[in-house]
């Protein structure tokens, strides 16, 4: 069964020459070798593709914005809201860990020391693999060793590979 339904806003992402060509799934299961039929914008003809050269339409707007990151939190409650843009907000529960009582398997402290309460896997986790790794040696960078430029260059080296899955250079 396909992760696509009739009518999904999709982008394609794996196809070199048609990357960030946008159009509506018409068939989700078309064909095993080509099982996404998509109609794109703007164009007459219909676009056949598997699932991993497809993203959804507002997933694929998320990940590309340069976001104004702002955090605002409610200490008492342990309710914090990540705004990533005006319109977009992420809602997360605050996990507090007091660095004293470092749990250094389930809470450790370079990724529980943000001023803001905030764990780093609570916003990792809302995204794919590359991003949320990069966003992980950003976070702890200089916080687990004493050397935050090996934290930046593999944040870059993650940010760099997801580059080159959406189709572009490095």
Known sequence: MSKFQVGDRVVVIGIPGE???????TDPE??????V????DND????LCTEDELE??????ALSAKPDVQ????EESGKFVIDMS????????????DSRDDDVVNHPSHYTSHPSGIECIQVTEHMNFNLGNATKYVWRAGLKSNNPIQDLQ???WYIEREIQRLGGSV
């Open 19 to 25: 990357n960030g060509k946008r159009g509506e799934v």
């Open 30 to 35: 078309r064909n095993d070798s080509w099982p």
């Open 37 to 40: 039929e998509i109609k794109f």
């Open 44 to 47: 007459e003809h219909l676009g």
């Open 56 to 61: 959804f339409e507002h997933i694929y707007d």
């Open 71 to 74: 955090i605002f939190g409610d």
């Open 86 to 97: 005006e319109s977009q907000g992420i809602f997360l529960d605050a996990v507090k860990v």
């Open 154 to 156: 593999k944040a870059r």
